[in-house]
C-alpha cells in the first residue's frame, strides 16, 4: 500500500485526504471562561439594535451567555442573565417596572446594575435584597445601538469614541443580521482584500462596480490596537487608494460602496462601521451603521428602507434572496456561512493573498495569550476626544508613467497612508484639509 503522505496531494487523491475538519480552538470559542471568549470580553460590543427593546423584553445570547435585555419605564436599558436569581425563570417574561425588570414568577425586581430591589413574597426582615445581585452587564445605548461590556467590571475600559461614530453631515443607520458560522470567519472577511475582485466581481457577477475587478495593490499597516490597509487601483488617469479599518478585535471600516474611482476627492470616509459579535461559537450578528452622507454617494444609490434588523441595502450580506441567485452569484453572507459552522484551519492552504489573515490571527492570538500571561490588551485610545479611524477612498489624478505602473501605484497609496496617519489627531474636516494640502502636489488636475 502507497505512503498516505506521498499519495495525498496526487490527482484523484480523495480517498487520502483526511476527511475531519479540526478547530483552532484558541480563535473560535467563545463563552465564558475560554481564551478567546476572556478577550472578546475585555472590549464593548454592539450586541442589539435599540429600536428591537421597547415594551417587550429581549431574549438573546451574547457570547455564549443566555442573556435578556430590557428597557425599564424610566427608559434605562438593563442586559441581565436570562434566570431569574430566585429560581429560574426567564427574564424574557419579565415585566418592565419603573427601575428595572420584574420576573413574572414570584415578582422579584431586578435593576439595571442587577440589584435586587424588591421581593414582595418575602417577609420584611428579609436581608435577600442586602446580599443579592443579579447577573448584570453594563451597556450604553448610542445611536441606535446597545453597545455592552461583558468582561471584569473592575477593568471596563472607556466606551469607544470613535471619529466616525460622530461626523457632520452623516447620519447612522443601524442593520443587524445574523450568520449561523463562527466569527472569525466574518471578521476575516474584512481583512481579505483580494476576495473582492472573485467573489463580488470576476467570478459571480459583477455585484458591486467593475472597476472592482482589477487586482487590488495592497499595503498594510499595523497600528497599536488594529491594522489599516490600503487596497490601490488604477482606474483611467487616477489612482484609486481605499483604505479599510481593522481594529481587535472585531471591528472594521469600508470606504465608499458606490465607489468606482473616476472622480479624484480626498479622503472619503467609512461606509460602514461594523462589529461582528458571537452570539456562540457557531452563531453570529454582524452589527453596524450604514454612513450615509453626500460626500460617499454622490449619485443617490443608497437604499435607506433596505437598512435595519436582518437586511442591508448592499449585495450577498444576508440568506435573503433566492436559492437560484445565490448559488449563481453568492455573495459574501454565502462565502462566510459556507465555509462551516466553524471553518478548519488547518484544512485551507494559504497563498500570497491571505497576508491580512495571517495577521489578523496572528494578533488575535497574539492578545488572547497575553491575556493568558496577565497582560490586558491594548484598546483605542481617544485622542483629542476621538479615536481617529482611516477608512475611506482617496482619488488621485496621476495617468501612467513611463516607468512600472504598479510600483508608482504603491509608492502613491504609502504617500496617503502616510498623510492620514500625520493628521490623525484633527478633528474631521480640518483632517480633511490637510490632507489635502499634503496630497494636492500630486494630483495632477
Ligand atoms: S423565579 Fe423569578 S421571582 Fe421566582
Ligand atoms: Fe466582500
Not at 472577511?189 to 467570478?203: A, E, G, I, K, Y
Not at 487596497?231 to 479599510?244: K, L, M
Amino acid at each position: 500500500m502507497n505512503d498516505v503522505t506521498q499519495t495525498v496531494n496526487l490527482p484523484f487523491s480523495g480517498y487520502h485526504k483526511p476527511k475531519e475538519r479540526p478547530v483552532d480552538d484558541e480563535l473560535s470559542r467563545v463563552g465564558p471562561g475560554t481564551p478567546c471568549g476572556e478577550y472578546l470580553r475585555r472590549f464593548w460590543h454592539p450586541v442589539m439594535m435599540s429600536q428591537r427593546v421597547a415594551d417587550t423584553p429581549v431574549a438573546l445570547r451574547i457570547l455564549g451567555e443566555d442573556l435578556v435585555l430590557f428597557r425599564d419605564l424610566s427608559g434605562d436599558v438593563g442586559l441581565v442573565h436570562k434566570h431569574c436569581s430566585h429560581r429560574g425563570m426567564s427574564l424574557e417574561f419579565g415585566i418592565p417596572a419603573v427601575h428595572g425588570i420584574r420576573c413574572a414568577y414570584h415578582g422579584w425586581c431586578f435593576g439595571t446594575s442587577g440589584q435586587l430591589l424588591d421581593t414582595p413574597g418575602e417577609s420584611a426582615s428579609s436581608v435577600l435584597k442586602q446580599r443579592l445581585f443579579h447577573g448584570a452587564y453594563p451597556v450604553v445605548d448610542y445611536k441606535g445601538l446597545i453597545f455592552a461590556y461583558m468582561g471584569p467590571p473592575e477593568l471596563k475600559p472607556a466606551f469607544p469614541e470613535l471619529d466616525m461614530m460622530d461626523l457632520p453631515g452623516n447620519e447612522m443607520l443601524p442593520w443587524q443580521i445574523h450568520s449561523p458560522c463562527n466569527w472569525l470567519q466574518i471578521s476575516e472577511n474584512s481583512m481579505d482584500p483580494f476576495h473582492t475582485p472573485f467573489l463580488h466581481t470576476r467570478v459571480s457577477g459583477v455585484q458591486f462596480e467593475d472597476a472592482w475587478g482589477e487586482l487590488p495593490i495592497v499595503d498594510y499597516h499595523e497600528r497599536e490596537y488594529g491594522f489599516f490597509y490600503t487596497n490601490a487601483r488604477r482606474s483611467g488617469d487616477n489612482i484609486w487608494v481605499r483604505i479599510h479599518d481593522h481594529l481587535l478585535p472585531n471591528f472594521s471600516q469600508n470606504g465608499a460602496l458606490y465607489e468606482r474611482g473616476e472622480t479624484p476627492r480626498y479622503f472619503g470616509r467609512a461606509s460602514l462601521t461594523r462589529w461582528i459579535v458571537p452570539i456562540d461559537d457557531t452563531n453570529s450578528y454582524v452589527i453596524a451603521w450604514r454612513n450615509l452622507n453626500q460626500m460617499d454617494d454622490p449619485e443617490g444609490r443608497s437604499k435607506r428602507t433596505e437598512i435595519g434588523w436582518g437586511s442591508v441595502d448592499f449585495y450577498g450580506q444576508s440568506a435573503d434572496r433566492p436559492a437560484a441567485q445565490r448559488q449563481s452569484n453568492p455573495g459574501d453572507w454565502d462565502a462566510w456561512v459556507s465555509q462551516g459552522p466553524v471553518n478548519s484551519h488547518q484544512r485551507e492552504n494559504l497563498g500570497g493573498t491571505d497576508q491580512g489573515l495571517r495577521l489578523l490571527r496572528n494578533a488575535l492570538r497574539k492578545g488572547i495569550r497575553n491575556l493568558r500571561q496577565g497582560t490586558e490588551p491594548v484598546r483605542p485610545q481617544a485622542q483629542n476626544g476621538f479615536v481617529p479611524t482611516f477608512a475611506g477612498d482617496t482619488i488621485l489624478r496621476i495617468p501612467r508613467g513611463a516607468g512600472d505602473d504598479r510600483a508608482l501605484i504603491l509608492q502613491t497609496s504609502r504617500k496617503i497612508a502616510d498623510a492620514y496617519i500625520e493628521f490623525q489627531g484633527l478633528p474631521d474636516g480640518e483632517r480633511r484639509n490637510a490632507i489635502a494640502r499634503a496630497l494636492a502636489p500630486l494630483n495632477q488636475i
